[in-house]
């Protein structure tokens, strides 16, 4: 059991890579919060947790509001007595990519970069003094491939997942002389409900998917939940005992362009 008796919050852990997260955790002999805004999926993944014989428990939080992450970490500390795993995978593109510069109204560049970017800070901000105290922490901060090489135009979603880097470096330094580790996870492209959206605009999402994974991944394919979740289990765990300030891709080969071979 790799994190045999730990407590992490995952945040948007109700679907998506959080929820694969929450579940690989369980398997790994640790407790889990889900901190999200959908209610009754997050059931169903605390249920999931639960099946694995670990504690799970749903804390509805919106990342972006300071009361709310405060008000989550001091809920988790009084429950568990303590935080040992932050994950703060919580973001996405509020149902479509910005598109053109021109396009991003000033409402939806500070919604985009409160959600991706802000919410990490709040996370960390409030969980730090209590993984001081302990002397130990592990935080995991969800960035994107489309921080360092965009796949399109969408300035407000990548630059807040480039931001989640630089706050990720920072902090490792920052925190290291307490035993906090800080990494990123850069994914590629992943299937997720993230995609749903796009998924529902075309007659055949899979072919679409397939070509996704064909055109722009070396390893010719969109990645899993899962894969994402094992990456996250590497740096939650004592696996990564002498990792800080890194940027791990989980990205199929990405940002490498797929090599088109001569048949
Ligand atoms: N899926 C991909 O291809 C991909 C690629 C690169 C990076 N990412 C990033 O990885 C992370 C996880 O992505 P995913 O694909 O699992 O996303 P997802 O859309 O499937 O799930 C996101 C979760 O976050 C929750 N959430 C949204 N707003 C919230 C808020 N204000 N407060 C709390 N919870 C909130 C949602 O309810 C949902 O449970 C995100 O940060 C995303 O930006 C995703």
Known sequence: MLLKDRVAIITGGSVGMGRSTALRFAEEGCSVVVADINEAEGKKTVAAVSKKGKEGLFIHCDVTDTSQ??????????????????????GGILGQPSGIIEGITDERWQRIIDLNLKSAFLCCRAVVPHMKEK?????????????????GAGADYNTAKAGILGLTYDL??????????????????????????LAKSVPDAD?????????????????????????????ASDLSSYVTGQALYVAGGQPLSPIAMPV
Not at 74 to 79: L, Q
Not at 136 to 151: C, E, F, R, T
Not at 223 to 228: D, F
């Open 69 to 90: 992450v405060q008000d989550l970490i001091s809920k988790v500390i009084s429950k568990f007595g303590k935080i040992d795993i932050m994950d703060n995978n919580a």
């Open 135 to 151: 002397k130990y922490g592990k935080i995991i901060n969800l960035s994107s491939m489309g921080a360092v090489d965009p796949p």
């Open 207 to 235: 072919a679409l998917f397939a070509a996704v994974g064909k055109n722009e991944v070396p390893l010719g394919r969109m990645g899993t939940p899962e894969e994402i979740a094992n990456s996250a289990l590497f740096l």
């Open 172 to 197: 490792a330094l920052e925190l290291a002389p307490f035993n906090i580790y800080v990494n990123a996870i850069v994914p590629g492209p992943i299937r997720t409900p993230f995609w749903d959206p």
